[in-house]
């Protein structure tokens, strides 16, 4: 009998993640084009899941894989490179077993129903990055932070910052204000109606002051905005059930629902006493990730994101996992104007009709007006069925016009990070961990973004810099820059 081979869909993207990410130990990278800035000093760091299979079983989600660090150290020597797993209690265990163990976000434990109620959730560590003086901390949505070396990437241990309870959840958005060094975050307790913990901290990490409110059921909230004096949060209309998760029957992402008569509830807080000023509803949207958030002239909050018009963008995020996807989830960049003494939306614009994710400002305009947003998008001409975002590119707001790389055929750049020029505040860089779908291969490429001679008009030009990495590092999540001393 004549055996019919099914055809395979996927794009080149599915190779970077189609095994398991492996480490390098801190290593000397080569410069493939161009010369490293010489006011470019500091650390890019990446965090992402870069292990979504283990004995010969696929996690059930993205969002499930164990995170790793990416580190790459500019400094008059060159670039040096390093990256590791995050080495959580779960991911020890899992690796010394060669085999999963635990449950996370889209799966749950292996084996017998008593397996979900004694290992229901392990902490992945594989979602964003905080640079603080001393320490970098791996963020994910469910526990405390993990630790790690600012250089080696060596994993500390788990860290309360002073003021979390044990498993007390600090999430992976942290927004800080770098005139004051004050950090604010946020976390999510689980229960028929969640507990949203807020917290602010000093520059080191520490937490000063906490406040917590209890919410209408189990709303998704992933991110949220310092918007000058304010801190805004978006409940968009998904619910968790949360009776399967507490059984065992179900994981998060298979427990979640999109209920658009909920509307998005909008919660916004004072960010000195982190009281609630007031609370709104509005029209039902999804969001992953704000851009930005700032207090016009008229006292109104002007709120940038990525905004999905229902939840389909789980399932897009789960066949990620799998290296084919066939959910198309679009987005569009949407502003919102809200009344801050009321929580009520004054008006809601399109930004830009193009599907885009990641959107973030400059880190010293995080919390006021920024001229330009950063931004992932698909390259102009990019059939999207089957692809994930294969561009960046620069939002200019002050006219409206949007600036895009030209990266090429089966390139797929990471979220784009904003480093300001050690030497020139005028001058300013863009880095992005690009994968090569052709060689299979990663790089770090390096951007112009001169501020003071048309900013990132200056995106569309070559890079001024790629430099190759001794091994392909999987599509990663968030990112950030810490500055040279």
């Keep these: 009998m004549q055996t019919i081979e099914k055809k395979s869909n996927k794009k080149n993207w599915a190779k970077a993640i189609s095994q398991p990410a492996t480490e390098f130990p801190p290593t000397k990278l080569s410069i493939l084009a161009g010369k490293i800035p010489d006011g470019l000093r500091g650390t890019l760091y990446r965090n992402g899941a870069a292990r979504l299979e283990r004995g010969g079983v696929s996690v059930g989600h993205w969002f499930d894989g164990d995170g790793a660090i990416l580190a790459i150290h500019f400094s008059d020597a060159g670039a040096t490179g390093v990256y590791r797993y995050v080495q959580t209690a779960g991911y020890q265990e899992e690796t010394a077993a060669g085999k999963w163990l635990y449950g996370n976000y889209g799966m749950t434990a292996p084996g017998a129903i008593w397996n979900q109620w004694r290992k229901p959730v392990k902490h992945a560590a594989n979602t964003s990055v905080l640079a603080l003086p001393d320490q970098l901390l791996a963020l994910w949505e469910g526990d405390n932070p993990y630790a790690l070396d600012l250089e080696t990437l060596e994993t500390k241990g788990l860290n309360n910052l002073g003021g979390l309870a044990k498993g007390q959840p600090y999430s992976a958005?942290?927004?800080?204000?770098?005139?004051?060094?004050?950090?604010?975050?946020?976390?999510?307790?689980?229960?028929?109606?969640?507990?949203?913990?807020?917290?602010?901290?000093?520059?080191?990490?520490?937490?000063?002051?906490?406040?917590?409110?209890?919410?209408?059921g189990f709303p998704l909230i992933h991110d949220f905005v310092l918007a000058g004096q304010y801190l805004v949060f978006f409940a968009p209309a998904v619910r968790l059930n949360i009776w399967p998760v507490l059984l065992g029957t179900s994981s998060y992402s298979d427990s979640l629902t999109w209920q658009p008569d909920q509307g998005t509830k909008i919660i916004v807080i004072d960010r000195e006493t982190l009281s609630v000023v007031s609370r709104g509803v509005t029209d039902p949207w999804f969001q992953w990730h704000f851009g930005n958030g700032y207090v016009d002239d008229s006292g109104t909050v002007i709120v940038d994101f990525a905004k999905y018009a229902d939840f389909q963008t789980n399932e897009y995020l789960r066949q990620v996992a799998t290296g084919e996807t066939q959910t198309v989830a679009k987005t569009t960049l949407t502003r919102v104007q809200l009344n801050p003494q009321t929580g009520k939306v004054t008006g809601i614009e399109t930004l830009l009709n193009r599907t885009c994710e990641f959107p973030h400002v400059p880190a010293e305009n995080v919390g006021k007006f920024s001229r330009y947003s950063y931004l992932s998008i698909f390259r102009e001409g990019t059939d999207t069925q089957g692809e994930i975002l294969n561009s960046i590119a620069s939002f200019d707001h002050q006219t409206a016009t949007l600036t895009e790389a030209n990266v090429g055929e089966n390139l797929y750049p990471s979220e784009p990070i904003y480093a300001p020029d050690h030497q020139n505040s005028h001058q300013g860089w863009v880095l992005t961990v690009v994968y090569d779908g052709n060689t299979d291969s990663s790089e770090v490429w390096v951007f112009n973004s001169d501020t003071f001679g048309g900013g990132s008009q200056r995106l569309d030009e070559e890079p001024v810099c790629k430099i190759g990495l001794p091994r392909v590092i999987p599509h990663s999540f968030h990112g950030t820059w810490k500055p040279g001393e």
Excluded: Q, R, W
């Design 173 to 216: 958005h942290p927004k800080v204000d770098y005139e004051t060094g004050e950090i604010f975050n946020f976390g999510m307790s689980p229960g028929l109606n969640a507990i949203l913990h807020i917290y602010k901290s000093d520059f080191t990490g520490k937490i000063l002051k906490k406040a917590k409110l209890t919410l209408e």
